[in-house]
């Protein structure tokens, strides 16, 4: 299965985009299925009305879904509430009713993980397009279930198990009932849950796809989005530039407009000589319903893209090199295509490193080689960054 998560900054026209995409694919025949939290947007630009219950027949092969994130935060508070009577009896809490429950923010994007986790495990589609939030919004969901299971991790480590057990004695010593059973797995549950959202986003046929306007600031945007996708081992697929003018304007103001956008074209090119960079055409209003959806991205444009090799899970992108042998050393290699070496930070705790660029932060655990080692060095070199380790002669083994 393909799955493009479709974003780019707020204004450039990310939703019409991901459901010419989707359109485009079904149009190659493949059953296509887009998905979006916009409650307006896409029943605009597909010209007709989405339900939350199931996805909607647009064209053929082609379905759409709107996620009701407010009654799905319900659903999930009440189960939530259900689970926790005990402990919220013992709190003397009183329980709260559906009809007074209002959304809290953040649950939209809880709900369209758990819609994406959902819909790729079905059968029913070849190809699903994510309309997904504006990029920097995007960065951090993709990031949000694996940092929640570090969380949960650490407050509810597996040692719970053993708690668990003295639960009994526990309830005796204090006096008072202790939780039941039932809050215990809710973290388990949530484990799951959040483990097979992970294995969505990381799937080799899952990639991001970033779509933009040709403006004077295009490049310098796209070069942050793009390190922090990177910095979270998410895949760029291509760049969309949208609303792009005709050139050769008999109309001054209309040919300047169309010279700056060919401008800003051109060094994005140059910025991302890697990427595929695909022209989408202004049609002078926004497309409206499929008829005027098809064809707007033609040739290469309209293709979902070729999926990452899937013999087993994506490689982690972030690689050891052995340099022992030459220079001493081992050598962390974190792809950062975009970084800039005045938003990066690195910090060292215990047996994690916490790489910064820009705004955004990833913790990942050292590899059990790098843990016997300490961080001798880092520098970035055409778009890598290398962070260098020098093994700890009191941890390192010792050869004969």
Partial sequence: ????????????????????????????????????????APETVLGTPLGADAPTPIAPGLHALRIDSGDRFRQEFLAFQERAAAALD??????????ELTELPGSEDFALLQALRAEHASDDWDLIVVDMPPAAETIRLLALPAQVRRYLRRLLPPERQAARALRPVLAQLAGVPMPAQKLY????????????????????????????????VAAANLRA?????????????????????????????LAALSGSQQTALKALREEFPDLPVHEVA???????????????????????????????????????EDRLAA??????????????????????????????????????????ALRRCTVS?????????????????????QSD
């Fill in 225 to 253: 989005t793009r390190a922090g996708l990177a910095l979270h081992g998410r895949r760029t697929d291509g760049l969309v530039v949208n609303r792009l003018l005709p050139t050769g304007s008999a109309d001054p103001f």
């Fill in 90 to 99: 013992l709190l003397g809490a009183g329980p709260l009713d559906e009809d």
């Fill in 1 to 40: 299965m393909r799955t493009v998560l479709v974003t780019g900054p707020g204004g450039a026209g990310r939703t019409t985009l991901a459901a010419a995409t989707a359109l485009a694919g079904a149009r190659r025949g493949a059953r296509a299925l887009l998905l979006t939290t916009e409650s307006s």
């Fill in 377 to 397: 060095g880092a520098g970035l070199r055409d778009g890598v960054l290398e962070i260098r380790f020098t093994p700890d002669p009191a941890l390192w083994p």
């Fill in 327 to 368: 220079d001493g050393i081992l050598v962390w290699r974190v792809p950062l295509p975009g970084a800039e070496r005045k938003g990066l930070g690195l910090v060292r705790r215990g047996d994690e490193i916490v790489v910064s660029v820009g705004r955004f932060r990833r913790i990942r655990t050292l590899p059990s």
């Fill in 185 to 216: 797995d809710a973290a388990e549950r949530w484990e799951r849950e959040l483990a097979a959202v992970q294995r969505t986003i990381d799937d080799p046929g899952t990639s991001v796809r970033l779509v933009t306007d040709a403006g004077p």
């Fill in 282 to 320: 202004h049609l002078g209003r926004d497309p409206r319903g499929a008829d005027e959806l098809d064809g707007l991205l033609d040739g290469p444009a309209g293709e979902a893209g070729p999926a990452a090799p899937a013999d087993g899970p994506r490689p982690d992108p972030w690689t050891v």
